[in-house]
């Protein structure tokens, strides 16, 4: 007769594999509680290499975001791959965010408030960062994506779409579409809708970054390219705008984007206590199962947000 192997006798690491695959709020409030060997390896760094709470993040208390980011990034033990967290309110949750960003490819941080200054002190621990999502970061500007520019030479995908009423209010950022064409050469996916740039200094990016393949201009409307001199210098460029054609655009790039236009519906979570305690003593650890006040002090609550967009404003969504 074949032996059947029991799923709790599975070694820790390949649980963890299995348990990756499993939502965050399941691998926080649901696994640690089936069994001991299973809430051994949910807590275990396989499962959080790539973290995605960009969606929760956007109707987060800054406190709560703040306490869940360090949570689930120390929990990676290093390992983290990937992050995506939207509107961080201080330079402290980024710092922390570097301290343990040695395997780190891709970083979202839409609309977080980030100072110039600090990424010019910490963005050289992002080194092995190859795509990058600065949209919306109002506080930050050239110093900071040059400083990023010199420090991230393997980054091909940058992301630093702008808001209108964010815009309304500078002159120019010509100084940004300089940093970029100065310091990303590597680049081949680039998002730059709604900036205050010109044609030259699109031009100049294009002339710099020879391999891109996606432009994103829409809502540039001070950029006036001639479409068939772009075609014949540049055949793998496909450019996005200025004029935005359509709100729920869907194109060959939403895999590589890692954005779904199909987010008026969706989960988030209420954070609403301090983080799970760590239970290495195995008396403590035996009475948990029988007390459920005792278990992590964590709760995530569950609610439906329909008919809304993602972001609540009016902008174009990333393609």
């Known amino acids: 007769m074949e032996e059947v192997r029991r799923w709790d006798e599975l070694i820790p690491d390949a649980l963890g594999l299995i348990f990756s695959n499993l939502s965050l709020q399941e691998k926080l409030t649901v696994i640690p509680r089936v069994c001991k060997s299973w809430n051994k390896a949910v807590s275990g760094p396989y499962c959080w290499q790539e973290i995605d709470i960009e969606e929760w993040s956007c109707q987060c208390e800054p406190d709560h975001l703040d306490r869940m980011v360090r949570m689930l990034v120390s929990k990676s033990c290093g390992s983290l791959r990937k992050l995506c967290v939207s509107s961080l309110r201080n330079d402290t949750t980024f710092s922390f965010i570097a301290e343990h960003a040695?395997?780190?490819?891709?970083?979202?941080?839409?609309?977080?408030?980030?100072?110039?200054?600090?990424?010019?002190?910490?963005?050289?621990?992002?080194?092995?960062?190859?795509?990058?999502?600065?949209?919306?970061?109002?506080?930050?500007?050239?110093?900071?994506?040059?400083?990023?520019?010199k420090h991230c030479k393997l980054l091909v995908g940058l992301c630093r779409n702008m808001h209108p009423l964010n815009s309304a209010g500078k002159l120019s950022q010509e100084d940004e579409a300089l940093a970029i064409a100065t310091r990303?050469?590597?680049?081949?996916?680039l998002e730059m809708a709604y900036n205050l740039t010109t044609t030259g200094s699109v031009m100049r990016i294009l002339s710099s970054c020879k391999d891109l393949e996606l432009l994103d201009l829409r809502g540039c409307w001070d950029v006036?390219?001639?479409?068939?001199?772009?075609?014949?210098?540049?055949?793998?460029?496909?450019?996005?705008?200025?004029?935005?054609?359509?709100?729920?655009?869907i194109n060959e790039w939403d895999d590589c984007s890692e954005y779904s236009d199909a987010a008026s519906d969706y989960f988030a979570?209420?954070?609403?206590?301090?983080?799970?305690?760590?239970?290495?003593?195995?008396?403590?650890?035996?009475?948990?199962?029988?007390?459920?006040?005792?278990?992590?002090?964590?709760?995530?609550?569950?609610?439906?947000?329909?008919?809304?967009?993602l972001g609540m404003h009016g902008w174009p969504q990333s393609p």
């Open 224 to 249: 006036k390219l001639d479409d068939k001199y772009v075609k014949e210098k540049f055949p793998k460029l496909k450019v996005l705008g200025p004029l935005v054609v359509d709100y729920y655009e």
């Open 184 to 189: 990303m050469p590597k680049l081949k996916h």
């Open 102 to 149: 040695g395997s780190l490819q891709m970083l979202r941080l839409p609309r977080s408030e980030i100072s110039d200054c600090i990424v010019e002190q910490i963005v050289g621990k992002l080194s092995t960062v190859t795509f990058l999502d600065v949209s919306y970061c109002s506080t930050i500007g050239a110093r900071a994506l040059e400083a990023i520019g």
């Open 269 to 309: 979570w209420d954070f609403l206590a301090s983080e799970m305690a760590d239970y290495d003593d195995d008396d403590i650890f035996d009475g948990m199962w029988d007390d459920e006040g005792r278990l992590e002090e964590l709760e995530l609550r569950f609610y439906e947000r329909a008919d809304e967009d």
